[in-house]
């Protein structure tokens, strides 16, 4: 199996505070991680610094052969590494279905010169709506396609973001809490959905997640953080069984 | 009203409706579709009727060779005598024409590119104040440096449409709602595609626009350089109307602050809808100023303050009850693809 | 003696400072920028206008009749208009909107006040100065006197009304955190109404004394607007006292640049005085957008940064 991304040795500072102290991990291909860990222990700056929110302090980030270390956002995401928000944030004004459009990123239609030429980009978008329909279907939104995002309730909003990334042609999604705060059975959807979409599509996929008991069904290969450190890692049964990991958890 | 003056009123309106036209979808495309609040597009459209004012003259008198005089010093006189030329010379006259609406443009866009340097460093309030004091910048510039467009006094402006004899007042204003309604379709063709959804989206959530990859400082700048364009583009053609050019009339209160008004009586994210607003404001305007002569009969102080009481309140109640306009904002129609 | 440049320098500036604290603290209490800020200053104005000229009186009893007229003026403002489009949730935009057409309306009513006067007492009231009605002691214009020691004293006074007493403790705390002050049993729009009356009285003050020394019209207040944010901006919109730091700073450039431009290039650089404050009001904005108190607190902090550095 080959590495898809690689983190070095990441640190990240804010002021005086260490909130990455050191961090490195090995994704693989085709592989679901998780990364666990309490609160404040750094797992979204971690996201924030691989997807170039932040820049790191000292550390290298390697995507596919790529040093990707303080790129900017759209740069990195341009790569095929594509992240969802702990809170969903979709464009609240656009319908669901504009919402996946506009994700999709080989448009010509979207340069101002261009768009005012059909011609150029009436495929595209075509493709862009093939495309929106199959995932939508995929994700069970296809009944809410035309309402505004906006309207949406919490989980439907949750895989909208999921829906996002997928769009984008990503071949990493970075998932921060995607089953954050709803009811169990959804939260065992969206994995399943998970699950599904990497059997499916290939992609590859680095989870954030509070929900051990959720996730730990769906997932290869697990990282515990706690204050900023890596301190353990394996196949889910080890990590949650680790004596470490425990007291992480409730000392923290 | 007897024939003529309705005639008079019904021209004024539809030249004032295609000026504003412009105005207020280029201020649409800033903050209606991409949420950009230019508090100070007066500075896009005094940039147009600066390059008019600056530019026409000074050319024609190359031109025709007229020497020994100084555009600005000797305005009146100079003016008149490229008249005189322009009145026989319609090819060279359109030209002159189209040259400087290129000029217009080209400006249009530099004021355009320097308004999104702000823009995509600030937002909100502090954007806000930033873009009132540039605009005020272009308005202290042009009335206290002469030589771009007369200064206090402002300059006259040749005519390029000089040739077309009696005809010229429908002339020029059936031109210039020619020109308004054609740009105002290609706007609707760059709107209604991937790129007026785009917009759209930058508005709504700019960080999770970088993060499925869009370059959202691009498409802020092409969105603050589209809507300067446009109006510059208004302010020339206002130039080439009243065939003058005078810096102290770009007031905020008459380019920026009724702008406002037509877009969100309008309907803030919604071209159709701004033009409607456009409409109605322009003839609520006119209604106003043909009959303030019959108030000032009546009234001890100048009428013109009741139209700056008309448009705070408009403002505020608008502010409160509807501040989506009359047409609300409906998803980006592509050209070509059938919603469902 | 001092030079009659620095006073007028300390004048103006001293009337940019009372209306930056205005503008300053009604942007931390109601998270508004009041752009009609410069207007309030022009009912102030036509109230020393009224005073003196149609009821006969001293000048400087204007001053409280501006103050009172102006505070009932912004709290009517604040609680008929800006409180209900909060609670509609309007948008920041539509309140800056808001505050433009108040701007509007305010414009429209001094210069119906000035037609009328003139129309109907035939008193010109469309432009004046009074500088004539100001006594003077040892050498110095009352108004610099009293200019002077108001805005002194007022800096004392704030300071201790801030730091020494309950409300404006409250007051404090409910700009740094609205939502934990009202948990704490602070009545944030209590806050929020004093400060505009505060801010209207204040900027009242400033109007009335301003016949006192400049050519008044019922423009005189609008074109302040630009001075008033670059100095608010410029001491970085977050306390009274950058505030203050910022109107004096921008008061004396503005006077005392002017002066040396006219000097130095001719009489025709008066034309772009107000490209002074408008270069610092953007150089700010693009550049240190925490203004004058931002950039203090960034040296502080990496003082102690250098401390901690020192320590290890």
Avoid at chain 3, 166 to 180: Q, S, T, Y
């Amino acid at each position: 199996m080959s590495v898809i991304l690689e983190i070095n040795k990441l640190v990240k500072k804010f002021g005086g505070l260490r909130a990455l102290d050191g961090v490195s991990m090995k994704l693989y291909d085709g592989q679901i991680t998780l990364i666990i860990g309490p609160n404040g222990s750094g797992k979204t700056t971690l996201i924030n610094c691989i997807t170039g929110l932040y820049k790191p302090d000292e550390g290298r980030i390697i995507y596919n052969g790529n040093d990707i270390t303080g790129m900017q956002p759209h740069e990195i995401a341009k790569l095929g590494l594509v992240r969802t928000f702990q809170i969903p944030m979709s464009f609240q004004k656009l319908t669901v279905l504009e919402n996946l459009l506009v994700a999709y990123n080989k448009n010509p239609g979207e340069s101002l010169l261009w768009s005012i030429f059909k011609g150029k980009w009436l495929k595209n978008e075509k493709e862009a709506r093939e495309k929106a329909y199959k995932i939508l279907k995929l994700l069970q939104l296809d009944n809410v396609k035309n309402r505004l995002a906006q309207e949406l309730s919490g989980g439907q909003m949750k895989l909208l973001e999921i829906g996002r990334a997928l769009m984008s042609d990503a071949k990493t999604l970075l998932l921060d809490e995607p089953a954050g705060s709803v009811a169990p059975t959804l939260a065992h959807e969206i994995f399943a959905h998970i699950k599904r979409l990497r059997d499916e599509l290939k992609l590859n996929f680095l989870i954030v997640e509070h929900r051990l008991d959720i996730a730990a069904d769906y997932v290869d290969y697990v990282y515990a953080m706690s204050s900023g450190k890596v301190i353990s890692e394996g196949y889910p049964n080890e990590v949650f069984n680790d004596p470490k990991v425990i007291e992480a958890y409730l000392g923290g | 009203m007897e024939l003529e003056l309705l005639t008079l009123f019904v021209m004024d309106t539809i030249v004032f409706f295609a000026i504003y036209l412009l105005v207020s979808v280029g201020l649409n495309i800033q903050m209606g579709y991409t949420g950009l609040p230019n508090f100070g597009i007066v500075a896009s459209v005094a940039g147009g009727a600066y390059t008019v004012g600056w530019f026409v003259g000074r050319f024609a008198m190359m031109i025709y060779g007229i020497e020994g005089m100084d555009f600005i010093n000797n305005n009146a006189y100079v003016v008149t005598q490229i008249n005189a030329k322009l009145a026989n010379d319609h090819l060279t006259a359109i030209m002159i024409f189209l040259l400087t609406m290129g000029l217009v443009i080209i400006v249009g866009m530099a004021l355009g590119f320097i308004t999104a340097y702000p823009a995509i460093r600030l937002s909100g309030d502090y954007l806000a104040m930033t873009l009132i004091a540039m605009a005020e910048a272009v308005r202290v510039i042009g009335i206290g440096f002469s030589p771009i467009a007369g200064g206090t006094l402002g300059v006259q402006v040749p005519d390029p449409f000089a040739w077309m004899g009696k005809m010229r007042y429908f002339g020029v204003i059936i031109l210039i709602l020619t020109i308004s309604i054609i740009t105002f379709l290609m706007v609707q063709l760059i709107i209604n595609s991937p790129f007026g959804r785009l917009l759209r989206a930058v508005r709504d959530n700019e960080v999770t626009a970088e993060s499925i990859g869009k370059n959202v400082v691009n498409v802020k700048i092409k969105a603050m350089i589209l809507g300067s364009i446009l109006a510059s583009i208004a302010g020339a053609l206002y130039s080439f109307y009243a065939s003058a050019t005078i810096p102290a009339a770009f007031t905020r209160y008459d380019w920026t602050f009724w702008a406002w008004l037509m877009m969100m009586v309008g309907g803030t994210g919604n071209n159709i809808g701004v033009l409607i607003g456009t409409l109605l404001v322009v003839l609520m305007r006119r209604l106003i100023a043909f009959y303030k002569f019959s108030l000032a009969a009546f009234l001890p102080f100048e009428p013109l303050w009741l139209e700056l009481i008309g448009l705070g309140l408009v403002l505020i109640l608008i502010m409160i009850f509807k501040p989506q306009g009359l047409l609300a904002e409906k998803p980006t129609r592509v050209r070509g693809v059938k919603s469902d | 003696m001092l030079p009659p440049i620095l006073i007028e320098g300390l004048v103006y500036a001293n009337i940019i400072t009372l209306l930056s604290i205005g503008f300053t603290l009604t942007y931390l209490t109601s998270r508004i920028p009041n752009f009609a800020q410069g207007t309030f200053a022009s009912v102030g104005i036509y109230v020393t206008f009224t005073v003196t000229k149609i009821w006969g009186l001293n000048v400087y009893l204007a001053v409280p009749v501006g103050f009172t007229l102006n505070a009932l003026i912004a709290t009517l403002i604040y609680k008929g208009i800006l409180r209900t489009l909060k609670k509609h949730g309007a948008s920041l935009v539509s309140l800056m909107i808001s505050t433009l057409a108040i701007e509007l309306l305010i414009l429209a009513g001094i210069n119906i006040y000035a037609d009328i006067i003139q129309a109907k007492l035939w008193i010109i009231s469309r432009t004046f100065l009074l500088k004539y009605l100001d006594f003077s002691y040892v050498g110095l214009p009352g108004i610099f006197i009293v200019l002077t020691i108001f805005v002194l004293s007022l800096t004392v006074v704030l300071y201790l009304f801030l730091n020494r007493t309950k409300f404006g403790i409250a007051m404090r705390a409910a700009v740094e955190d609205p939502d934990l002050a009202s948990l704490l049993g602070v009545n944030v729009d209590l806050v929020s109404t004093v400060s505009w009356f505060l801010t209207g009285g204040l900027a009242g003050i400033a109007g009335c004394l301003i016949p006192l020394w400049f050519q008044s019209d019922p423009n005189t207040g609008s074109m302040l607007t630009v001075s008033i944010f670059a100095s608010s901006v410029l001491g970085g919109l977050s306390s009274i006292y950058g505030a203050i730091l910022g109107g004096y700073i921008i008061g004396l450039t503005e006077v005392m640049g002017n002066s040396v431009l006219t000097r130095l290039l001719g009489g025709w650089a008066a034309y772009y005085r107000l490209l002074i404050p408008l270069t610092i009001l953007c150089l700010t904005l693009l550049k240190a957008p925490r203004g004058l108190v931002g950039l203090i607190e960034s040296i502080q902090t990496r003082g102690y940064k250098l401390q901690l550095i020192r320590r290890r």
